[in-house]
């Protein structure tokens, strides 16, 4: 059974130095405020059921990167959900490093970890351990995972819907036949599913695709500023870029606005955060038009899979989270600056009924 997805998050474009927080490689589950705030928990009207019955419940999660506002809003409220279940949740994170993610996972399966999440990473790299896993009796959840074992319950965000809500609105704004540009990754499983999407929407509204660029990095918003830039010396008269994921839409963003180029050519991303929010609101921003979750309820959703999963009480092997569009008109007509504010004017980010039970203190904007 297959499995997929990806997300993103922060950049200042007020000059071309960005500062990419990365967490540390393991760290405790106190929550971090990021200016996203607290999501408190609604009260369990049932009794737990084991192993929750019994005290503390060890679980880890291994992330292939925590790095950027996108993440460290989803690991917060991963955070916040485990604490509001009683979990003693160990983050691991390996900072864009494939091997370290391997052997962080390595560690928790040897830690008595009761469950392991997996958030994001490479199947040729993880697969082998999450195999190991499995054997050992450890439940396994992974967020945005391609894997093989059908015994691995997958999460994921809608990537086709989300590509396919934000190329109608590039559709709607450039029209056919024109000449757009490409920024993105192959290799991983949200980005993949994306790009089938693109393709599709290429050829069904004639656009000529001038370049394609990107990488992906512990710090990719600021890695690919040089990239794009470089194309549009040769192809300034694109139309539209579609960069969906949002630390590659932030490095294109930059790169537009460095060539002077922010009144011509639009931005069109993927995933929403706080940082997002900022820079799709700003003065001449470019970035258009976004889909995306709700980053911290689908950290807090992926944490109560995995309770229900150990509960026993899951039944099923695959989750996934629907994403919603949103437009640069949209923020600004509503005056949205940030998630809680796009919170109350989208309802359609809840996900308090997703992975729910009357036994858990739910955590959920």
Known sequence: MSRTGFPLA??????????????????????????????????????KPAPFDKGTVKVALVRQSGAGDYF????????????????????YDAQADNAKQA???????????????????????????????????????V????????????????????????????AKDLGKGQKVGYVNVAGYAALDKRDSVWEKATDANGWKQAFKVGKVTDSTATDNVPLVSAVLTQHSDVAGIFAPYDELAKGTVLAVQNKKLADKVKVFGADVSNADIQVMTEKGSPWVATAGTDPSAVGAA???????????????????????AI???????????NMDQLREALPALNLSKASAADWIPNVAH
């Open 302 to 324: 992926v944490v109560r899979t995995a309770a229900l999963e150990l509960a026993g009480q899951l039944n099923t092997t695959s989750v996934e989270f629907p994403a919603v």
């Open 143 to 170: 967020y945005d995972v391609e894997t093989t074992n059908d015994k691995v319950v997958s999460t994921k965000q809608d990537d086709a819907s989300m590509a396919s809500a934000v190329l109608e609105v590039m």
């Open 10 to 47: 922060a950049l200042s474009l007020a000059s071309a130095s960005v500062l990419l927080v990365a967490g540390c490689s393991q760290s405790s589950n106190a929550s971090k405020d990021s200016g996203d705030s607290a999501a408190s928990a609604s009260a369990a009207t049932a009794e």
């Open 72 to 91: 460290e809003q989803w690991g917060n409220g991963a955070k916040a959900q485990a604490k509001a279940l009683g979990i003693d949740l160990t983050v």
């Open 327 to 337: 437009t640069q008109d949209f923020l600004r007509k509503n005056k949205i600056e």
């Open 103 to 141: 052997t962080d996972l390595s560690s928790a399966i040897n830690s008595g970890a009761q469950a392991i999440i997996v958030d994001h990473g490479f199947p040729a790299t993880i697969q082998p351990e999450i195999d190991k896993a499995v054997k050992k009796g450890i439940k396994v959840v």
